[in-house]
């Protein structure tokens, strides 16, 4: 059956760049505001309840990065081969990666089910909301495989320049969530008064509902039958091409948020307070992170192409112009966090005035750290795109743990300066990082990297067939 793919016509970069970055931003913006709601809903019981669902959510955005793990290289290569013309290529990735997101999704549920009080453990959690901590991870560990086939079926999507449907799934799954909450967290329209573990029911019922509905659009989008007997059928070339991307850019995104849950386990000692203070200002960070993210990922497709059709010098071109984009955008929301941005948001979770107080001072540390890290996403995205994949990990190492760590530590232990002290830490190290991601690329050291990688993968002649 012949296959009909939408093609990307690179002659207007920024019209394209924003038709493809806007759905993607409200896209991100469902799968973040999923914890946004537990955790706004939730407040309406009290802060401590707050508390309790930390490290829920805490989990749940490791998930999300540990499935990007498979679902970036996906995404990667997919935009590549559509680029180089290769349908044999995108057919294969395409049902290798159901067959990883099943696999992926499994493990890490087994891992947060049966781990979570080692999980709560490593993390400090404080002895009175120990035990509704635990409970909660473990039920809300079930949603850990929808989640997986919903990045999964998101990132093939957008490699065929289908943003808005992912978008238009994950606003429908946030509304059933919204509505599911209202009935189990709260007991109404006769429906048990669970508490948070209503929250935790709703998030993942509703999670399956919508992989249905996704499923079906990719089905749809792409033309390409699912055969099942391949899911599984892994290729040990197109296995490589995949974790030559997702492997190093996975581990760079799992280097942060290891780093971010060590920090959170150092602020589980200072107390209740300012933990929960922790959890939502860093859910408020994450509001400006998916501005920046929406932007990269945009590019990352763009450039993906460019690179799949060797137009080296088209790739250069959107990135600069990306980045420009973004430090504006940024620029914009990150000055307005201290203005008013930053208590008007907190002041829909608690009117506590001891975590607004302990919130403020951090407040103008962001107007820093998110010049760097929108620097950060952006090339460290388009670098994986071109295939310059070891940099990124090696400064993520050694700017991470030998920068933001030690001076967390120093600041916030050391010095008693507490969560200020840890969030100074987070700004050194985006700072440090964005600046020397942008004197690579501005040095062109990635070129070299990117020719190789298209020779490796796409000068040869023979190709792995599937039949559709």
Known sequence: MKEKFKEISFDNPQLHLFSLSWPIFIDLAMHFITILINTWMVSMISIRAVAELNVGGQVFQLGFTLFNFVNVGVCVCCAQALGNGNRNLVRRIFHMSFGLNIIWGLAIFFCAFFGS??????????????????????????????????????????????????????????????????????????????????????????????????????????????????????????LSQIFSISLPGAGENLLWMLQFLFMTSVVGTFGTLPLATHGIYGQMCGLILLFSLSIALGTEILVARYIGAKKFSLANKQLLHSVKIGIIITGILAVNIPIWLGQTLFSLFTEDPAVISMAKNIFYISVIMEGGRILNII???????????????????????????????????????????????FCADECIRGILMLVRWRKKAWVKSAAAYYRKNYMKKKTLKLKA
């Open 379 to 425: 090339i460290i995205n388009s670098l994986r795109a071109v295939g310059d994949t070891i940099f990124p990990v090696v400064m993520a190492v050694a700017s991470m743990w030998g920068i933001s760590v030690p001076v967390g530590l120093f600041l916030g232990v050391y010095l008693e300066m507490g969560l200020l002290g840890v969030w100074i830490g």
């Open 117 to 238: 009080s080692l999980i709560c453990d490593v993390m400090n959690i404080p002895v009175d909301i120990y035990e509704v901590s635990n409970n909660y991870l473990k039920l809300f560990s079930f949603v850990f495989l929808a989640e997986a086939l919903n990045l999964c079926c998101g990132a093939i999507l957008r490699a065929h320049g289908r943003t808005r449907d992912p978008m238009v799934v994950n606003i429908l799954m946030n509304f059933l969530t919204v509505l599911g909450n209202y009935c189990l967290l709260f007991g109404n329209f006769g429906f048990p008064q669970m508490g948070i573990y209503g929250a935790a029911v709703s998030t993942v019922f509703f999670r399956y509902v919508c992989v249905g509905l996704i499923l079906y659009l990719v089905l749809k989008r792409t033309r390409i039958h699912l055969i099942f007997g391949y899911v599984f059928d892994f290729k040990k070339k197109v």
